[in-house]
């Protein structure tokens, strides 16, 4: 079980803002630890979305926004599009467990 | 292209042994750190395995120390994952993707379109 938990699922309608939170502890986020999202489709390869807690990568819309805050971190995607129906990981390193860890996994429905 | 190919995956009796490959292309190989992440099925994502540039520092998940082995081969832009002792636990389909970042912070921005293994009997 992954030590970064996030909602099973989140759903919103198109153009409306859903949030992923992303919690942790002292050992990951809480330590300054940097989180990163990632969105995935079933049968792809997952993509980068957000980078160092808020950074987006170059072609990724600034529909998606990241934050970080304690021992948690969320992403916010604003104007939800059908094509953004998918899972979302965040992920950060953990200093217990001296390794990469991915949160729970999160899967977006637009209604 | 830009891209990660992995290959290798196959079905693997309990106990038994497989290795996977990465080719790279696009880029300069050797200046980055590649990483194997796996997704059992129905679950997350869940990392197993890294390497640095210069393949002089090996990590593992403790879920898999002492059974994988990461490589690097530098002049030929592969990594390879030697896997051994596997069990039912270890079905997954395997991704080996890019690390970028600071030592601690790095994250992954490309992947592989993953390789599966299946340990059965």
């Known amino acids: 079980q992954s030590v970064l938990t996030q909602p099973p699922s989140v759903s919103g309608a198109p153009g409306q803002r859903v949030t992923i939170s992303c919690t942790g502890s002292s050992s990951n986020i809480g330590a300054g630890y940097d989180v990163h999202w990632y969105q995935h489709l079933p049968g792809t390869a997952p993509k980068l979305l957000i980078y160092?807690?808020?950074n987006r990568p170059a072609g990724v819309p600034d529909r998606f926004s990241g934050s970080k805050s304690g021992t948690s971190a969320s992403l916010a995607v604003n104007g939800l599009q059908a094509e953004d129906e998918a899972d979302y990981y965040c992920q950060s390193y953990d200093n217990s467990l001296s390794g990469y860890v991915f949160g729970t996994g999160t899967k977006v429905t637009v209604l | 292209e830009v891209q990660l190919l992995e290959s290798g995956g196959g079905s693997v009796q309990p106990g038994g042994s497989l290795r996977l490959s990465c080719a790279a292309s696009?880029?300069?190989?050797?200046?980055?750190?590649i990483n194997w992440v796996r997704q059992a099925p129905g679950k997350g994502l869940e990392w197993v395995s890294a390497i640095s540039a210069s393949g002089g520092g090996t990590y593992y998940a403790d879920s898999v120390k002492g059974r994988f082995t990461i490589s690097r081969d530098n002049s030929k832009n592969t990594l390879s994952l030697q896997m051994n002792s596997l069990s039912a636990e270890d079905t997954a389909v395997y991704y080996c993707?890019?690390?970028?970042?600071?030592?601690?912070?790095?994250?992954?921005?490309?992947w592989g379109r993953g390789a599966l293994v299946t340990v059965s009997s």
């Open positions: 160092g807690d808020s």
């Open positions: 696009g880029f300069t190989f050797s200046r980055y750190a």
């Open positions: 993707a890019k690390g970028r970042g600071g030592t601690y912070n790095w994250y992954f921005d490309l």
